[in-house]
């Protein structure tokens, strides 16, 4: 059966740091286009960061470029997002997912889910 099971979320004030986890079952990772994607109340699901593959290629949203560190540990078939100098606007439910094919860092692209786990970043 295939599954993706994030873990990590949690509640944090502004400058603080966070690491998200996404562990696969049913599908290896590396042979996939992996991504993390939040969604905020009323607002839609936003692509955060990907990896495409075969080509390894790494995106970054403009408003996490040089905070947030997508990772893949082949060995665990796990992927991390590690989240620095966290703002309350990156306060969210964030999203792990795999792409059978690579095509943009956008949801509608990516074919499997995880349940979310929700970031809450306030003073």
């Known amino acids: 059966q295939l599954q993706l099971v994030e873990s990590g979320g949690g509640a944090v004030q502004p400058g603080g740091s966070l690491s998200l986890s996404c562990s696969a079952s049913?599908?290896?990772?590396?042979?996939?286009?992996i991504g993390w994607f939040r969604q905020a109340p009323g607002k839609e699901r936003e692509g955060v960061s990907c990896?495409?593959?075969?080509?390894?290629?790494?995106y970054y949203a403009d408003s996490v470029q040089g905070r947030f560190t997508i990772t893949r540990d082949t060995a665990k078939n796990t992927m991390y997002l590690q989240m620095n100098n966290l703002e309350p606007e990156d306060t969210a439910v964030y999203y792990c997912?795999?792409?059978?094919?690579?095509?943009?860092?956008?949801?509608?692209?990516?074919?499997?889910w995880g349940q979310g786990t929700q970031v809450a970043v306030s003073s």
């Open positions: 997912a795999a792409a059978n094919y690579w095509r943009q860092c956008l949801a509608v692209h990516f074919d499997h």
């Open positions: 049913g599908l290896t990772l590396e042979l996939y286009s």
């Open positions: 990896i495409s593959s075969p080509d390894g290629d790494t």
